[in-house]
């Protein structure tokens, strides 16, 4: 019995940064029904991804999101932006985990590398990881410092069991006059090997 309960916490506490698996099926269904977008404009793919340390695939030297990233500029032609900071690197992932819910709760900003002009985009799409339930704080930091208005924006994330957690809700809020779709979610342990998940996903959107 102590064996059993020690595995639970240890399960538990392993899928922190990507929240709970309690209600798995009905947050991942959402992902995948999709609105159709205008595709003959501009698009850029805005994320953050953690190489290094991860749960599920281990330590590896693309992030997760960065593959489903490359995937959708490859398909789609959208230009990139990554959220690039030095602040994680080379961090075991439950240190990781226990900065992430440090930062959410205390409501910091980290500051990424570069700027770009999002007046000539008309879709961009939103990536990152589910830490704690939402994208990493370093997205945060974007919302706060670049308006979407009026842009068709598409959040989509990779995670271990959480979905698109609030990032679709979260996003609606920082851009209220955005066109917010319901986005795409993938777990990161397919990455590698499903890029046909986010062909279908894409395609469902518009793009050929």
């Known amino acids: 019995m102590k064996y059993i309960l020690a595995s639970a916490l240890f399960v538990l506490v392993s899928t922190a940064c990507s929240g709970t698996k309690k209600n798995d099926v009905a947050v991942n269904e959402p992902a995948q029904e999709q609105t159709q ?25 693309v992030g997760n999101t960065k593959i489903v990233a490359d995937y959708i500029s490859e398909i789609t032609g959208a230009d990139q932006f ?5 602040k994680y690197d080379g961090m075991a992932y439950q240190p990781l985990c226990d900065l992430a819910k440090e930062e959410q709760q205390k409501g ?9 002009d999002v007046s000539k985009y008309d879709t961009v799409f939103i990536g990152g990881p589910i830490w704690w339930g939402t994208y990493p704080q370093i997205v945060f930091t974007f919302f706060k410092k ?32 955005a066109n917010v779709t319901k986005g795409f979610s993938m777990y990161g342990h397919d990455v590698r090997t499903k890029k046909s998940e986010v062909e279908k996903w894409l395609k469902g959107l518009g793009y050929k």
Do not use: M
């Open 37 to 61: 977008v205008k595709t003959d404009g501009k698009a850029l793919v805005v994320f953050f991804s953690h190489a290094g340390d991860n749960y599920s695939v281990g330590n590896i030297k």
């Open 82 to 86: 990554e959220l690039k900071t030095d």
């Open 108 to 116: 910091e900003l980290p500051e990424f590398d570069g700027s770009l």
């Open 146 to 177: 670049y308006d979407l208005s009026g842009k068709t924006v598409i959040p989509f994330t990779t995670h271990e069991g959480s979905g698109l957690g609030r990032c679709v809700e979260d996003v609606k809020e920082a851009y209220p006059k």
